[in-house]
């Protein structure tokens, strides 16, 4: 059954603004970390940023440092990738997954960002 689902992704001119959202759909995962990844054209799947059960230990890759924010509402049982000052390079599927144990386990099922130049 479906865990995680993302939402958000569009096309946007370089420059510009997206807020992805990652819906725990069944609200089972709100003690663990849940990471965004993404998956370029023809490219390996990337780590882009991890945020922990509360949303107060947060980690990013160095590419997205200071661009991107990813912060969690529990209530909501969502977890959001805000992305700001867009590029072509950041055109992707995006993902978010469960950490558990070290491992990456359960996945959604994508959501495509297209930044144009």
């Known amino acids: 059954q479906v865990q995680l689902v993302e939402f958000g992704g569009r096309l946007v001119q370089a420059g510009g603004s997206l807020r992805l959202s990652c819906l725990d759909s069944?609200?089972?995962?709100?003690?663990?970390?849940i990471g965004w990844f993404r998956q370029a054209p023809g490219q390996e799947r990337t780590f882009v940023a991890l945020v922990n059960w509360n949303g107060d230990d947060t980690a990013y890759a160095d590419s997205v440092k200071g661009r991107f924010t990813i912060s969690r509402d529990s209530n909501k049982n969502t977890v959001y990738l805000q992305m700001n000052n867009l590029q072509p390079e950041d055109t992707a599927v995006y993902f978010c997954?469960?950490?558990?144990?070290?491992?990456?386990?359960?996945w959604g099922q994508g959501t495509l960002v297209t930044v144009s130049s």
């Open positions: 069944r609200g089972a995962f709100s003690e663990y970390y």
């Open positions: 997954a469960r950490r558990r144990l070290g491992m990456y386990d359960v």
